[in-house]
């Protein structure tokens, strides 16, 4: 793979026009692999161009001396990436064999972006178009299983929010995607997450913190990628700190409700995975010493 691209950002009193052109460029030379992406794709061919473009425009300004509005709209096209393309993993029995799609169009995104802020918050909203998105595909060849991609249209809408006001943090994130050429939820998109830290007023200095993490179950999921539903889960952290200057010491402990939970959406897209979900650690003892200078 080898690429070529060129960049221009111009900048105005609240406005800034960005835009970049280039070209990618991926391959394979192995006569083997390319009779093996034959099998799913007769004319597949061992060498792809993909010319990249694109033009963004982002504005931003100060209104009351404390509130931040900014907005941005971005039209791009994308190269697929190589392991889209090219990847060729031969598994043995009834395990399916991954193959990447020669024949792939390259992706076009388009993007609406706005977000409003204040001192100690700001909360983003952003929705996404995107035509020939590279989505997973199931396929049979002679009994044999194969786990391939394939274009998609697809939609996204969701929104970013932090928060962090003297001793507390929050940070919250969803995204709402759907595939609209099969009409079904688009695979592999994470459920609302929910973080929120306090901690204390430094006392000689220590502090001592507390943080939840929560993670709403996903139940828009693709069935025909055999993706599940994966259950909400509620996780707490807790540690103190000693910071002295020249060194710093930390005692931390991670899950301590020893809570018994997975993340969605891991191991899809791995060509490598067992297919099975693999459980998060339970409660992990961490003891941290730094140096912050040389003695």
Do not use: C
């Amino acid at each position: 793979m080898y690429s070529v691209s060129l960049f221009k950002k111009i900048d105005f009193s609240k406005l800034s026009i960005s835009g970049r052109a280039g070209v990618v460029h991926h391959s394979v030379e192995n006569d083997e692999r390319l009779n093996f992406y034959k099998t799913l794709y007769p004319d597949a061919e061992s060498s792809r161009w993909f010319p990249t473009v694109g033009l963004s425009a982002s504005y931003s300004t100060i209104f009351a001396e404390v509130w931040n509005v900014a907005g941005l709209i971005e039209a791009a096209t994308e190269a697929p990436e190589t392991e889209y393309l090219f990847i060729a993993v031969q598994k043995p029995m009834t395990k399916p064999n991954w193959s990447g799609n020669p024949k792939l169009n390259q992706p076009v995104r388009t993007t609406l972006r706005g977000s409003i802020g204040y001192n100690f918050f700001n909360f983003e909203a952003f929705a996404t178009r995107v035509w020939n998105y590279v989505n997973l595909k199931k396929a049979v060849v002679e009994t044999k299983p194969y786990t391939t991609y394939e274009n998609v249209d697809a939609f996204m809408l969701g929104f970013n929010f932090s928060f962090y006001w003297r001793f507390i943090e929050m940070i919250a994130g969803y995204t709402n995607a759907q595939n609209t050429t099969n009409n079904t939820p688009l695979s592999e998109i994470p459920p609302l997450s929910i973080s929120t830290k306090l901690t204390s007023p430094a006392i000689y200095n220590t502090v001592v913190y507390v943080k939840h993490t929560y993670n709403n179950a996903q139940l828009r999921v693709d069935e025909t990628l055999n993706e599940t539903t994966t259950p909400a889960w509620n996780k707490f952290d807790v540690g103190t700190v000693y910071n002295a200057g020249s060194f710093l010491i930390s005692l931390e402990i991670e899950n301590l409700t020893n809570t018994l939970y997975y993340q969605h959406l891991s191991y899809l897209r791995d060509p490598f995975s067992s297919g099975n979900r693999v459980y998060e650690p339970g409660t992990t003892v961490r003891f941290n010493f730094r140096l912050n200078q040389l003695l």
